[in-house]
């Protein structure tokens, strides 16, 4: 079945600090990926996504994703986090027009 | 221009109202949806509509009934909703419908409480 995992429910980073978030994905043919960010009470806004292609993939707000076929995972990266991106993320598999999320990662980040 | 848009963005309802959602986008897309959000989980989906038709109704009580107007309008109607109906109500669309590389591009919300 298909399925995306991300093992971290919560993580916390000091303001400037890099930062990586996991996701792993379980999916039987070429894996569509997609990374959205939820402030507080607002809707999701799309950071980037993967479809194919350099396996690096640079996104809004200084976020990118690196896909890993042979680990089954599309990272999250920012090398310097400022206090606005504290918010909850959430990866997604595409599946014929559906959309498989992740069950997301808070992030907090402190002064 | 990836924008969607929602209104209201707040509504408090009694179980016996009638009240309607609504959801705006004109980037040309072709698919919309209805999602709904619980506190620290991830959206789920209810409605489906591809060019106008409702396509997917992921067995969704009758209490809500979606509607689309047109290829840039969608609604969802609300009657005699349930306190455990409260949530944020997402909606998105996307240039096409049924491909993996469909991006999804949600509007704000409306946070719904049912009283």
């Known amino acids: 079945a298909q399925s995306v995992t991300q093992p971290d429910i919560h993580i916390t980073v000091s303001e400037g600090a890099s930062l990586e978030l996991r996701c792993n994905y379980s999916y039987g043919a070429t894996p569509y990926l997609f990374w959205y960010v939820q402030s507080p009470g607002q809707g999701l806004q799309l950071l980037l996504k993967y479809f194919s292609g350099d396996t690096l993939v640079q996104g809004i707000k200084g976020f990118e994703a690196e896909f890993k076929r042979s680990q089954s995972s599309f990272n999250l990266r920012k090398p310097s986090v400022h206090w606005s991106d504290a918010a909850e993320y959430f990866c997604a598999v595409g599946s014929q027009g559906n959309l498989i999320f992740g069950k997301g990662t808070k992030l907090s980040v402190k002064p | 221009d990836t924008e969607v848009t929602q209104t209201p963005k707040h509504l408090v309802m009694g179980m016996t109202n009638k009240k309607s959602l609504k959801c705006e986008q004109h980037m040309g897309h072709r698919a919309m949806y209805w999602y709904k959000q619980k506190a620290k989980k991830p959206p789920e989906l209810m409605f489906v509509?591809?060019?106008?038709?409702?396509?997917i109704n992921e067995s969704v009580p009758s209490r809500f009934s979606p509607e689309c107007p047109n290829s840039s309008l969608l609604n969802l109607h609300l009657h005699a909703l349930q306190p455990e109906d409260s949530a944020l109500y997402l909606c998105?669309?996307?240039?096409?419908?049924?491909?993996?590389?469909?991006?999804?591009?949600f509007g704000p919300g409306t946070r719904l409480t049912v009283l």
């Open positions: 509509y591809s060019y106008e038709k409702l396509s």
């Open positions: 998105a669309s996307s240039p096409s419908r049924g491909r993996s590389t469909d991006t999804q591009y």
